[in-house]
DNA sequence: GCGGATCAC
DNA sequence: TATGGTGATCCGC
C-alpha cells in the first residue's frame, strides 16, 4: 500500500514535521471529544496551509518549543546525575502522603457540559440541517462536520476542504445566550450557588440538595438532564466526582448526552487517573503536553514513575500540581465569581492586514470608544493601559503604561492607546486592542459611607430599571452584570495551601545561590525583539565567567544562563543527597519553601480562591 | 511595572 | 485569499 511507503519514510523527516502538523490541528485537539485517525486530518490541514503566513508563524513558535525542549532534556540530564533518586522519591512519597491526608471525598460536585451547544441551537431553529455537517465559522461545528475534523476557530477555507459539504451559517448569539440563561436556571434548581463558566458549561455542588432530597447522586444527575432535555431539546453531559477536576473529566467520559461518575472511593480515583491522559487535564496545553512527553510522561500515571526527575526540575514542571493532579485531588470549592476577582477588561478586532497609520488609528479610536461603553455599563475604571497588536505575521506585542490616576473615558484610553501606538513605528497588523488592568471597582461600597453603599445598591445594582432586550442582549455579552455572572473563569481546581513547610524534595539553593541568580538575570538582556524589523542578537559572544563555577564560558547571556541554571540545579541536588534527612531540621526554611511554592514555571497554576475552608484537617 | 507565553472557553 | 475575542496567570526581567 502507498500508505505504508509513505508512513515508512516518515521518519526521515524532522519530528518538528510531526509536532508542527499536530500543533495545526489547533488547540482543541486532543483535549475532548473525538479519538477517530487524526493523523489524515492533520495531513490536510498542513497541506492546506502551506505556505501562508499563519503556517509559517506556527512553525516558528513550533521551533521555539523544540528548541525549549532541548533545554529542558539537557538541564534533565544534567541534574539527574550523581544523584539518589530513591531517596528523593522517599521524599516525594511523604509530600503525597501529605496531600493525600488532604483529600475531600465528602463533596458531590457535578460538571455539566452542553453538547456541540451553538450548533444544537441552530439544530432546533432550523431542522433542515438535521443530520448535515455544518458550522458557522469561529464558533461552532456539528457533530458531523467535526467528524471531518472541522474544528471551531478553523479558517473557513481549511474547514471547506476537509468537508467540501460543509454548510456555512450565520451564528446568531443573542439566541444561544438567551438558551444558556434558560439551560443554567434549570441547574440551578439544583445548586443555587453553582459556578457558571462559560455559556455552555458549569459546576455544581449537588450535595445538600441529594440529602435533602433523598436521592443519588447519579439520579439527580440523570433527573437534571432530563428536564433540561424536556424544558429546551437540548443534551447536556455531565461528570459527577468529588472535586471540580475530577468532575469535568467525568463529563467528557460519556459525551455526548451521557454522564458518567467516579465514585468517591480512594483506589477508584488513583486507577482512573493513572491512565488519564495529562492533556485531559485543566491547565494542561499543547505546550505542557509536549514538555511532559518530552521527560516520558503522557499519563498522570507516568507522573508518579518520574517523580523525582520532577522534583528535581520542580522550577521547570511545578512538582505540586502535577502531585496532586496524579492524586485525583483539587478544590472542591462552588460558587459564583465575585465582582472584586475581576483583573482586567479589555477589547481587541481583527481585520485584514493595514499598515495605513491613519486608518490603524481609526480602529483604535473605535476600540477605545467600545471599551469606554464596556467599562461605564459595569462600572470600572482603571490606572494600567496596555495596547496589544498583532503583525500580519500573527506575532503578538503588548505596550503598557501606568497611570497615576484611574481613567475609564474614551479620550484617555485612546490618547493612551495612540501615543504607546505611534511610538511602535510604521506596522503592518491584522489586531488592534486595549486592555484596561488595575481595576476599581466604580460600584464597590465607599469606605467612607455605608449608608451611600445600601442606597446605591437598591436603586442601581438590584432594583434597576426593567430590562428590556437590548440591556439583556449587552449584559449577556459582556458578563458581569451583579448576580448573573457568566465570568469564564478559572475554575480554581487547586488549592495550595502550602501548609508543608517542613516537608522539601530538593532544597533548592540557599540564599546566596538566589543571589546570585538573581544577579545574574539582571544582566540579561530581555529578549522580545523590536516588532518590525531590526535583526536581533549581538553577533560576538564575550567571555563571561560563570558566578557559581567560575569557569570561564564563551557563550552569550541567555546560553550563560542556562549554564547557570544547570549549575544551580547541579549544587542544589548535591546538597539536597549530602542532607542527612534533608526535612527534619527546617523549621525556618523560607528559601527554599518560597522557591517550591514558586515552582510553576510553565505549569500554570489554576486559580488558589483562597478562602473558606470547607473542613480543613490542619492548622 | 512590563512583556511574552500559555491556557480555557 | 483566508485562522477569533475575553480574561486569567506565571515567569523573568
Redesign the pocket.
Known sequence: MQADSIRLQEPVQSQETESLVRR?A???SG??GLANDQSEINRI?AE??K?????EN?KR?DK??TE?INKILNIRDEVVKGVDISKIEANVDRLLAEFESQRDLTQIIVHV?MDAFYASVELLNNPELKGKPFGA???TASYEARKYGV????????A??LCPDLILIPEHFTTYMETSDQVMSIFKRYDPNMLI?????GYLNITLHCEEHSVSAADCVQEMRRIVFEETKLTVSAGIAPNKMLA?ICSDRNKPNGQFQLIPDRKTILAFMRELSV?K???????????LESIGIKTCGDIFTHRATIALMD??F?LHYLLKTYLGISSNEVRP?QRE?????????????LDDGEVLLQKLEH?AS??ET?MAR?GWAG??I???Y?L?T??????????DRYVSSKEDLFSIGRK?FLAEGHLKL??I?L?????KDLRAPSPAGIKKFFEATTSSAHTRRKLDPEDIHKAR????NAEDLH??????FYEHEETMHDIEVGDIGNDDEVGA??L??????????P?VSAPSRSLSSPAQVCPICRQILKVD??DL?THI?LCLSRSAVREASNTSGGAGATENSTSSSTLM?????????????SSRPKKRKRK
Open positions: 495545526l489547533g488547540p482543541s483535549k475532548a490541514i492546506v496551509s505556505g501562508s503566513k499563519f503556517y506556527e513558535r521555539e518549543l525549549r457540559d465559522i469561529l464558533s474544528r471551531s476557530g478553523m479558517a473557513g477555507f481549511v471547506k476542504k463558566a462559560g455559556c455552555d458549561e469535568k492533556r487535564v485543566f491547565g494542561i496545553g499543547r505546550v505542557n503536553e509536549r514538555l522550577k521547570q511545578g465569581p476577582e475581576r483583573k482586567s477588561i479589555g477589547s481587541e478586532r481583527t481585520f485584514s492586514p476600540i467600545e471599551l464596556d459595569n490606572k494600567t496596555t495596547l496589544k498583532k500580519d500573527y506575532q503578538v506585542f503588548t505596550r503598557a503604561k501606568s497611570l504607546l491584522r489586531l486592542g486592555r484596561v488592568t488595575k481595576l455579552h459582556d458578563y458581569d465570568i469564564d473563569a478559572m475554575p480554581g541568580l538573581e545574574v538575570q539582571d544582566k540579561v538582556k530581555s529578549k522580545p525583539r516588532p547571556n541567555r544562563n541554571d511554592t514558586r515552582g510553576w514555571s510553565f505549569l500554570m497554576t489554576p486559580k488558589d480562591t
